[in-house]
């Protein structure tokens, strides 16, 4: 199978129980990765540090850390636009190091590049938990399909981040992550991608365990992420992706899910994919 990179940012706060875990089931992929390679933009302790080097010393996987502290406190989306340039391969995984990837998810991924040489970018559900990896919470599912990708990308991320894999060359001919649209990056960057052309799919099965935590909803009513949300809808509108009444509605949908109290938003979560 074609060799491809996983993408980790490195937290320099990260749990290393969290991260070990996460590092260990990209090591223990059925398909093994060329490479990981990780962005430290800010300094990581000797311990950090030791267990990383520990776990891939006999891995037979490839493992690039690069320092660039100037990215420090610039978001998600400069860390990745400085990572995707840095994966010497054409196919590049995403990964979160504090989610745990089924052993069968790059492989699965990889199957379905080689089965359509028109595929740019594919991702999968994700199994959410809390703090037990063994207890799902939910499972959040999303379209399969191209066409019902670029319906639902009118008024939710259609993809799964943390489970994407795509064609570095197709990213940067899209112009790679916004830094100007902070915590909807890849939500936008999906939709350029749709936009420019490019076939995508989703695949119908769960490629992680997605860590989101207790605080999982509180977080997410975030008004600089709706804020962003907005902003990518009226692009949609004015790009003529959308109609004015789809934009309404779209909006509308925002709007009252953004100002919902956190409890119905659980709920609305589990119903809506959101």
Known sequence: MEKYSVLMPLWYKENTEYLKTSL???????????????????????EMKKLIEDLFADSGVDLNIYENFELDKKGLSSILNYGVAKCRNSLIAR?????I????????????????????????FADE???????????????????????????????????????????????????????????????????????????????????RGASFNKRRKNREQHNGKIELKRRMLKDGYMSKGEYILSYTIEKVYFLMPVGVRKIAFKILGK
């Open 24 to 46: 260990l089931s990209i090591l223990g992929q059925t398909v093994k990765p060329d490479e990981v390679v990780m962005i430290e933009d800010h300094p990581i302790s000797g």
């Open 101 to 124: 990837a089924y052993e069968g998810r790059c492989e699965a991924e990889l199957k379905a590049f080689e089965a359509d040489g028109e595929l740019a970018l594919v991702g999968g």
């Open 129 to 211: 938990f809390d703090e037990d990896p063994d207890v799902i919470a939910a499972v959040h599912t999303v379209p399969t399909k191209t066409e019902d990708i670029k319906k639902r990308m009118k008024y939710t991320n259609p993809f799964n981040h943390p489970t994407v894999m795509f064609k570095k060359d197709v990213i940067l001919a899209c112009g790679n992550y916004d830094c100007n649209l902070k915590k909807n990056e890849d939500y936008e960057l999906w939709y350029r991608v749709v936009k420019g052309g490019y076939k995508c799919k989703n695949i119908g099965e769960s490629l992680i365990k997605f860590r």
């Open 95 to 99: 990964m979160d190091t504090d989610d």
